[in-house]
Structure formats: C-alpha cells, structure tokens
C-alpha cells in the first residue's frame, strides 16, 4: 500500500466509531421511546439466535449490530496495523492513528458519563480484574483489622475478600442479608457488622446482588461507613448501564464495572474507578513503577489488551446513548413487570427481588416453592419452553435477565412456562 492510500485508510478507519454506531434513522424518528413500536426497531439492531429465549443477558450482554459491526472493523484495522497503532505510526507521523489517543478520548468518553475524572478511570478486562486489584490493592489493613461482605456478594470476590486473612492478616466476617430484604435492612446489616466488629477497617458491598437482582444502597452504605472510618469497595458489575443511576452521586472511592454486561461492549472490557484522593491507598504494580505516585494506570498491568474491545466502547456508549439511559431503565422495568406481575399474588412462587422501584431494574430471580432443584427448573425451561435462564442451586432459585433484544411477548412465554410447571407439581 503507498503511503496515501495508507493514510486514507487510517482516516476512513478513524470514523468507523462514529458512523458504525447510529441506531436506524425510523428508530431515530419522532416514536414514542417507551412505546413497544420503538423497541422493535432497537430489537432489530441485535442478531440473537432464534434456537431459544434468551433470558439470561446477565452473563455477559450480545453486542447491538452497529457494535459488532465496529468491533469488526476495528478488528480488521488492529489487525492490518499492528503495533504502528500502538505508537510507531504516531512517532513519525502526526496523522496516524494511535491507541494512546483513542484510548484516552474513550476514558474521557466514560468519565464524562460516569460525572467523575477521565485520571480515576483505567481500563482492565473485566470486573473481575478491577476486583481483585481494588481488594487485593487495598493497602491500609494492620494484621488483626477486620473486612466484612454479605452472602450476596458474587463468590470469587468473597474468595478474594477471604485470602486477606493469608495475604494481610485480617479477620474476615461473612454477614447474612436477611429475607425479606428491604432497602433499609441492608444498611442496618452493614451498620451492625461494624458495630459488632470495632476493628473493620474495609468492606466489600455489590451494587446489584447477581444472584437475585437486588440492588443495594450503596450511597447510604458508604455515607454510614465513612462516619465509622471504614471503606467501602463496590462491585457494579450489573448496576451500570442496566438502570438510570447517578454515578457522581453516590460518592464512592472504589469501584469495579464490567463494560460487556449492561453497557454491550465486546467481551473482555472492564473498568475500574478510584477516587484521585484515595489513589494511594490502592498498591502500585511492580511492572509499573515504585509506589507514592497517584497515577490510576500504574494500578494495572494487563499486558497487551483486546485493542479493538476497548475501540469498540465508543461504539457501545454512543448506541446506549441514542437510547438513553431512562428510557433503557424503563424498558427494563417494564419487562420484569411482563413477568413478575401474574406472580405477586401465587402463593405457589416466590419472587425474590422486592418490588420497591429502588431495588430492582430488569434482573430478578423467582423460585417454585414446590420444585425441589433450580438445575433441573433450568432444564425444564430451556428443554420444553425455549428459555434460557440462570439456574442458582444454592438459593433453589432461577435467574431472569432479560436483554434490550427481548420483547414483552418473550417475558409473557415464560410466565406461562412458569404457571405451567407450577400447575404441575
Ligand atoms: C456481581 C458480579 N461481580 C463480578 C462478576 C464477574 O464478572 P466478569 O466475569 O465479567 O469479570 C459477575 C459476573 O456475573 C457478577 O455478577
């Protein structure tokens, strides 16, 4: 390729984020962006197999059409460049295209949206990683000080949580959400764990519980534990993207997110969060540079990264966005409602995720009181009913995420898939 049509490329590829992610201009049209007419067209822009239901978007979100198409493109670019993106190109000349650029103008992208700074942000492959650098990282634990976290936190960051007892000596208290559960209960439960335990210096709190779908109130559990002097390390791997949330607002200063669940980035794309002032008190990489400086980037060492994941968030915002992040909360809403409602007077089923607005948004879990196992529940339903859902043994109970490519008529299926074996037992 001669060095013109070689910069043409790297131009025309530049643009690629912008153009790909438009949603259709009739969904972009005058409708109604609560209206089901609306939500067909979005339906529209995601290609899911018709084989079955797919009610368990929870695991990881399908990417939009317009989102696989640029992760496809920037694939094929990373793919043609190689490392002249990753610095080379730029060094020698200015018009190339660069990752370092990109990178940053997509953490400015989510700090703007987030309503924090783009230098308390850094890419990492997933909540996962954020985790377990934000707990492992956490460097302000004596030997003898306490870490507390509930039963709904997802299982491997508890096991993260239980290795301080080796890794800094600390004492680990696991403490049970009672059920019911309300929003207040869950503040009194932390608050009482800290009473109960006057040497806790850290707690782990997930935003919205994977298991059941309830989300936690995490800016009252962070205000409280402040007053105590205790920090607090959330987990947002569903929160984000999922429901309308006002991320500035809830003032925390340890966050893991997962971008390839609610925000529909390709797989492999997280993000984590530490508040400027608290930057110290998460460990350094020793890749990266002694310790005693503040920079976020030197508290990850991913090695080289699925480059074309992370061009591809840009895509994902921008598709989000010509949504709107209420009106996804309020599709959300609306389909667990399909659902939930023909169960709130069965005495038979039992929906685990309360109905205060406050605690839920499209992921919830229910369980037959009379059906003996949640694994076999899950084959039940995907075998004679085409629904694919998320089978929790241990709660005996069955996990409903619908994605923004369901319908009310999917939801409806599985109410009736429900009454059915219900009707049966
Ligand atoms: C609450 C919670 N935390 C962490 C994770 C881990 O996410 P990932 O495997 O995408 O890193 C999950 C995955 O479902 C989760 O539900």
Do not use: C
Not at 186 to 197: A, C, L, S, T
Not at 199 to 206: A, M, R
Not at 250 to 279: C, E, Q, T
């Amino acid at each position: 390729m001669d060095r013109r049509d070689f910069l043409k490329t790297t131009a025309a590829l530049a643009t690629v984020s912008a153009a790909g992610s438009a949603i259709s201009a009739q969904a972009q049209g005058v409708m109604d962006k609560d209206s089901d007419a609306y939500w067909e067209t979005i339906r529209a822009e995601y290609k899911v197999t018709d084989e079955f239901n797919n009610l368990n978007a929870g695991h990881w979100g399908i990417m939009s059409e317009p989102v696989r198409e640029a992760f496809a493109k920037h694939t094929e670019f990373i793919n043609a460049y190689s490392s002249h993106f990753m610095g080379s190109g730029r060094r020698v000349d200015p018009n190339a295209r660069s990752y370092n650029v990109e990178r940053a103008e997509i953490i400015d992208m989510l700090a703007e949206k987030l309503g924090v700074n783009s230098d308390e942000l850094v890419f990492t492959r997933g909540v996962t990683e954020s985790l377990q650098l934000l707990i492992s990282g956490y460097n302000k634990l004596e030997p003898g000080d306490t870490v507390l976290f509930a039963d709904a936190a997802y299982y491997s960051m508890q096991a993260e949580m239980r290795h301080m007892t080796v890794h800094r000596g600390a004492k680990v208290v696991l403490l049970d959400i009672p059920y019911p559960v309300t929003w207040e209960n869950q503040i009194d439960v932390f608050e009482q764990g800290i009473k109960d335990n006057p040497g806790t210096k850290l707690i782990l709190v997930t935003h919205m519980a994977n298991r059941t779908g309830v989300i936690v109130p995490v800016k009252e559990i962070q205000a409280m534990a402040r007053g105590y002097g205790v920090d607090v390390i959330v987990d947002a791997a569903h929160s984000w993207g999922q429901y309308d949330m006002d991320f500035a607002d809830l003032n925390l200063d340890f966050v893991g997110f997962n971008l390839h669940k609610w925000i529909g980035a390709p797989l492999g794309v997280g993000l984590m969060y530490i508040r400027k002032s608290r930057m110290l008190d998460i460990d350094t990489k020793s890749s990266k540079g002694p310790a005693g400086n503040d920079d976020i980037n030197n508290r990850v060492q991913t090695g080289t990264m699925n480059l074309a994941a992370v061009l591809s968030v840009r895509d994902a915002l921008l598709f989000l966005a010509d949504i709107g992040i209420v009106h996804i909360d309020r599709r959300f809403k609306a389909l667990r409602h399909e659902w939930v409602k023909e169960f709130l007077d069965d005495d038979r089923v039992d929906i685990l995720t309360p109905e205060d607005d406050r605690m839920h948004a499209g992921l919830t879990s229910f369980r037959i009181k009379a059906h003996p196992n949640a694994v076999e529940l899950g084959n039940t339903l995907l075998r004679d009913y085409g629904i694919n859902s998320a089978p929790i043994g241990n709660m005996n109970a069955i996990r409903i995420s619908p994605g923004l490519y369901s319908s009310k008529a999917d939801m409806a299926a599985l109410a009736v898939a429900i009454k059915e074996i219900a009707d049966k037992l």
